[in-house]
């Protein structure tokens, strides 16, 4: 496939807005301001694009949600806290091209009528953003954003805001807390961001990716992106290969290639010769998928259709030296570390399976513990909780458990006796017979 | 590409604070961008940082008096954030990514490595106040596993041996 995305990557001097202008860049943008709001967004729609940040929900669709007749101000934020784990592609786009994210900000922020929008970055990354400063700075030197752009009378300004750690900030209602100088505490949602968002007000929250995706979509057409990929998965898509593959990186393709396609062919096959064990394919919150399901499409129709998600687009891969029981125990660590405590189900939930992750992986584990283990992912995964989080860590958890329960198996067998003072959480015994056991 | 070292101002100069000239100016900046004070909250911890190193209660309480805000709420935001330091951090702070593919790919003999080379474990600083080691989540860079933080700048796809060779040039240059 042609490279749309990522066409900068290894272009001299790629970041500057003279090669980006040369490169047809802020056609889209011209071309979306001749048009009314309403047409781009129907454009958009036609394209069919779904969001890239995680839940791949058709972005045009929720621009629509955005009441026409609101009277107060409207914001746009680009979500680029990108802290999904295995996912590094917001960073790939921002490094070699800031101009195209500012000029996809340009056209949603028309597109729904705000004329503030805020890019929320994660605070790690302060190089990526002086890198969005300077090319802000140079957008507006050029009169694409600013007042009265372009003598359109339309008027926009985007600033650059750092988040300051915290992987829940990406969530897109925490990130508005965050935004308004909170802690990052997910809201319950309806209302949706859509009617009632940062300051009270209509906000839409976009990914840095699917906001790359609008200049190409405006200048090349909604049938154009539609005819990459597969219906109702359509356009190019960014995978974050890494772990235990020959290449690491990331590798734009069409959605609905194969996993296999991804791992073998483009990332280059497992290192040192080893074979494949398994991956996740969109990120540590998506369900694991073993070997035997590398050929499993890769596009969010399909990946749903497997039990699992395509997310982010981040494939993790692992190789068979790995143990599955270490892999439950890093991402326990994750998920308990960050979840923002307001729910009882995520907050102990994510803290007991990290305790029996430990003692399974230092040799104390007991018969009970992987149907535990189960059962606690079971309580934080059916809506309990304020926000997805709750899914996020106990689906993948309760896939390692299911599709590796030999290994959980094997590591109970190797155990020591208990001794009682290393027990952060007893071993469930018997059916309990309130909660359906 | 050299990494920063930091400065942070002893704890019995940041008891109290007033923000100068410079200081206020950048504040009045952020101001601008949002409908609230309160947003500028961030922003401006983020500022004080750069400025002091750390973020102290002294540092909280200026912070609260200019976005009148409590000092207790803005105590909570620093608090949820891990990026704010709330001790005088070490002048290079070694940030490991401990999450999913960064162990995969040798985050844990980096970490074993670090505790040889300099003696301290997650969240100890050497007794120079040289180098403080963090154990941290995924870094979003996981394509240059395993991956470490110095202060503001990234190092990817880091061995052993080089980061024996960036520990030394580090300590060379502060
Ligand atoms: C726990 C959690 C973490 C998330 N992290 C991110 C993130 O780092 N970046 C991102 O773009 N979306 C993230 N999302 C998804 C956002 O909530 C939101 O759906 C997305 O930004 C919408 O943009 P899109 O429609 O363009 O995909 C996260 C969601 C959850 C539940
Ligand atoms: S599910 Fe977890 S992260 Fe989400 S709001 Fe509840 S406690 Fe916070
Ligand atoms: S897992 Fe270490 S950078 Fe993502």
Redesign the interface.
């Known amino acids: 496939m042609e490279s749309v995305l990522l066409r900068a990557r290894g272009v001299a001097n790629s970041r500057d807005i003279t090669t980006y202008l040369q490169a047809g860049g802020w056609e889209g943008f011209k071309k979306a301001l001749s048009m009314p709001p309403e047409a781009v967004t129907q454009e958009v729609i036609d394209s069919e694009l779904r969001g890239r940040g995680g839940a791949g929900f058709p972005t045009g669709r929720k621009w629509s949600f955005v009441p026409k007749d609101h009277p107060g101000?409207k914001y746009l934020i680009c979500n680029a806290d990108?802290?999904?784990?295995?996912?590094?592609k917001?960073?790939e786009i921002i490094e070699y091209d800031p101009q195209m994210v500012l000029e996809g900000i340009a056209i949603a922020s028309y597109a729904i009528g705000a004329h503030t929008a805020y890019i929320y970055i994660?605070?790690?990354?302060?190089?990526w953003a002086k890198i969005l400063e300077e090319a802000i700075a140079q957008a507006r030197a050029h009169g694409f954003l600013g007042k009265d752009i372009l003598n359109t009378g339309y008027d926009l300004?985007v600033?650059v805001?750092?988040?300051?750690?915290?992987?829940i900030c990406g969530e897109e209602t925490a990130l508005i807390e965050?935004?308004?100088?909170?802690?990052?505490f997910p809201r319950l949602k309806p209302p949706f961001p859509a009617v009632v968002g940062v300051?009270g007000k209509p906000t839409v929250v976009n990914n840095v990716e699917t906001l790359a995706c609008l200049p190409h979509i405006m200048t090349r057409g909604a049938r154009w992106f539609a005819s990459i990929g597969r219906p109702r998965n359509t356009g190019p898509k960014l995978f974050?290969?890494?772990?235990?593959v020959n290449r690491?990186?990331?590798y734009e393709l069409p959605l609905g290639v194969t996993f296999r396609e991804i791992i073998f062919e483009h990332a280059g096959g497992i290192r040192n010769g080893r074979k494949l064990k398994a991956f996740?394919p969109g990120g540590?919150s998506a369900p694991v998928l073993t070997a035997d399901e590398v050929d499993v499409v890769a596009d969010f129709d399909s990946c749903a259709a497997a039990g699992t998600m395509l997310g982010s687009g981040?494939v993790?891969v692992?190789d068979d030296t790995?143990d599955m029981v270490e892999?439950g125990r890093?991402?326990a660590?994750?998920y308990a570390?960050?979840s923002?405590g307001q729910c009882t189900p995520c907050r102990e939930g994510s803290d007991w399976c990290l305790d029996i992750l430990n003692r399974l992986v230092q040799g104390y584990g007991h018969p009970s513990d992987p149907d535990q283990l189960l059962r606690i992912c079971r309580f934080a995964s059916q809506g309990m909780t304020i926000c997805p989080l709750g899914d996020a860590f106990s689906l993948p958890i309760s896939s390692l458990v299911s599709k590796f329960r030999n290994e959980f198996a094997a590591a109970i067998a190797r155990a020591k006796p208990i001794p009682p003072k290393k027990l952060p959480v007893m071993p469930w015994v018997g059916k309990d017979v309130r909660f359906g056991g | 590409m050299k990494t920063q070292a930091i400065h942070a101002v002893p704890p019995e100069q940041l008891q109290k604070v007033t923000f100068d000239e410079a200081m206020e100016k950048r504040i009045a900046e952020i101001f601008e961008?949002?409908?609230?004070k309160?947003?500028?909250?961030?922003?401006v911890?983020?500022l004080c940082q750069e400025r002091y190193g750390w973020i102290s209660p002294g540092v909280i309480a200026a912070v609260a008096e200019r976005?009148e805000e409590s000092p207790a709420f803005v105590e909570?935001?620093v608090s949820?954030?891990?990026?704010?330091h709330r001790q005088p951090p070490a002048k290079y702070v070694l940030?490991l990514c401990?999450?999913?593919?960064c162990?995969?790919?040798g985050a844990k003999t980096l970490a074993h490595h670090i505790k040889e080379r300099l003696g301290i474990g997650f969240g100890e600083k050497t007794p120079d106040g040289t180098f403080q080691l963090l154990g941290?989540?995924?870094?979003?860079?996981?394509?240059?596993?395993p991956v470490i933080?110095v202060n503001?700048?990234?190092y990817e796809n880091m061995t052993p041996e080089k980061l024996d060779q960036l520990l030394s040039e580090l300590a060379r240059e502060q």
């Open positions: 101000p990108e802290s999904e784990p295995g996912t590094f917001d960073r994660r605070g790690e990354f302060f190089r300004d600033w805001h750092r988040g300051a750690g915290a992987y965050s935004l308004e100088g909170k802690r990052g300051f974050c290969v890494s772990g235990h690491p990186g990331v996740f540590s981040a993790i692992m790995v892999v890093n991402l660590h994750f570390h960050e923002c | 961008r949002y409908p609230t309160r947003a500028a909250m961030l922003p911890l983020w976005l909570g935001v949820f954030y891990t990026m704010f940030q401990v999450t999913l593919s162990e995969l790919c941290v989540e995924c870094l979003g860079a996981c394509g240059g596993a933080q503001e700048d990234y």
